[in-house]
């Protein structure tokens, strides 16, 4: 096995010995390291506007820039993770970007409104990231609430929320074309899936970690031939560019709208908060009361200044903290570095608008993989949820029952209230209020302090 890395002591730090975490590398290293973070999250973070903005009726140069945009924001959220400011940041090797969580809820926001939902989904998530940054503080006491048998089936309906997505791309995407669904372009969604999976399977090192990305690459180069890949977005991108603010319009605030982002907050402080006791241990420096609260308003602070700039909502990415894992790289400057570099990328349109090179059946090939990895994930995390209780496998079978029916009924809550199915059209959010629900009722509610403690979340410590 490599040897990690042999650190910098920080100019800064008080002590003759620096922590790994607040160590420094060589600069060439500090870049290439900080360009691998970038690298294994850069499909994630262009993943959630790729869906949106068709979803709403934005053209190809319109999604472009929201994915330009994307890359902006989750810099600026990285960075005020890791350097963080005040007890904004959890100063850990923490890289945050767009979360999953909240693609469903905005497309089920932007049902019959088109572009003008834009304005409405980014009125909610400023409100929630507010609403997260005031409750920082208080969550942390709440941690117990949220147990890997709420967490784990949240994650899960995550996943299986968007794997339609990567079906209907697979198909062409558009409904009405002629080709939808032809086998020309269920065979390139095929080859580029089967080119992800030889990829993993066979690369080391930092080109597995990138082998989306090189299947994202393969399959384009196997569509060009084919007539299926349109440069039309990267000639009429510029070089240089800035992310307007609310370059869509001034934020609009409707109450649905807002519950159902909220709800999404919650999500994914939930998450935040196991990343970060979990990375805690990763890099030795075990997470206290004050370090989540930090790392939590860092989320709610990105996610809130995330729509001035046309970005949606920011949590901590996963796969980032298995690469500090594989690595042993655990200086938060490194992946600082690779907050830098996002923004440089969301500066320059033209970096952006490549991915709209890529014909969507290979992103649906490629989605299928990267999709059903968040559901995998949520398995995992059920795995340690004590499911030899029958309590918990209630649970989860029934909030993930809940949580498919937008899936598999579309239709099934056409006569409510237009209001209520911006929340009830998620499948992720009943999913998730429902798993709260039950699990506060069997494992709770009428239960000794104690009795229920088998598959509870990690207690955080005090500071």
Known sequence: MAQAPRFRKESAAPTGEAHPVDGTLPPLKMFTSGLQHVAAMYAGVVAPPMIVGP????????TAFLMGASLFTAGLATLLQTLGFWRIGARLPFVNGVSFAGVTPMIAIG????????????GAIIVAGALGFVAAPYFGKLVRFFPPVVTGTVITLIGVSLLPVAFNWSQGGNRTAADYGSMKNIGLAAATLVIVLLLRKFLRGFLQQIAILLGLAAGTLLAIPLGMASF??????????????????????????IVSMCIVMLVCMTESTADILALGRIVDRPADARTIEGGLRADALGSALSPVFNGFMCSAFAQNIGLVAMTKVRSRFVVATGGGILILLGLCPMAASVIGVVPLPVLGGAGIVLFGSVAASGIQTLAGAAMERGENALIVAASVGIGLIPIAAPDFYHAFPKDLLVVLDSGISTGCVTAIVLNLAFNHLGVRRGAAADGLAEPVPAH
């Open 111 to 122: 049902k019959g409104q088109g572009q003008d939902a834009i304005p409405v989904i980014f």
């Open 55 to 62: 979803a709403v009726g934005l053209s190809a140069t319109e």
């Open 232 to 257: 039309d977005t990267v000639r009429h991108a510029s070089l240089v560019g800035f992310p307007t603010p609310f370059h869509f319009g001034a934020p609009q605030f409707q109450v649905a709208a």
